[in-house]
Nanobody, 119 residues
Framework: VQLQASGGGLVQAGDSLRLSCAAA????????MAWFRQAPGKERVLLGH????????YYKDFVKGRFTISRENAKNTGYLQMTNLKPDDTAVYYC?????????????WGQGTLVTVSS
């Protein structure tokens, strides 16, 4: 499975942004797609994930209410919708995918897309 993340950029605090993650290859093996982020000088953290077939999303508490994960199976694409962005949301955002046999270990990773939130 190959993943291509896109949609990052420079936004202002309070803005919204939607990231996309296009999957290619053996997409029928995807059980879960997750979004992570890594802020400068910090470790990469999980934001949440969505089950690929059922479309049920799970979130870490610190993004609940602001971030929404979705997917569009027909396009083999996952999304991370972010609202009310804050400067602390500045990070490289990664999508990742896991097969059922490896979940919750994510074996497939996109290249990351940079989101910069100015105050």
């Amino acid at each position: 499975v190959q993943l291509q993340a896109s949609g990052g950029g420079l936004v202002q605090a309070g803005d919204s942004l939607r990231l996309s993650c296009a999957a290619a290859g053996h997409t029928n093996s995807i059980y879960s797609m997750a979004w992570f982020r890594q802020a400068p000088g910090k470790e990469r953290v999980l934001l949440g994930h969505i089950t690929w077939t059922a479309g049920k999303a799970y979130y870490k508490d610190f993004v609940k209410g602001r971030f929404t994960i979705s997917r569009e199976n027909a396009k083999n694409t996952g999304y991370l919708q972010m609202t009310n962005l804050k400067p602390d949301d500045t990070a490289v955002y990664y999508c990742a995918a896991a097969a059922a046999s490896s979940f919750p270990d994510y074996n497939y990773w996109g290249q990351g897309t940079l989101v910069t939130v100015s105050s």
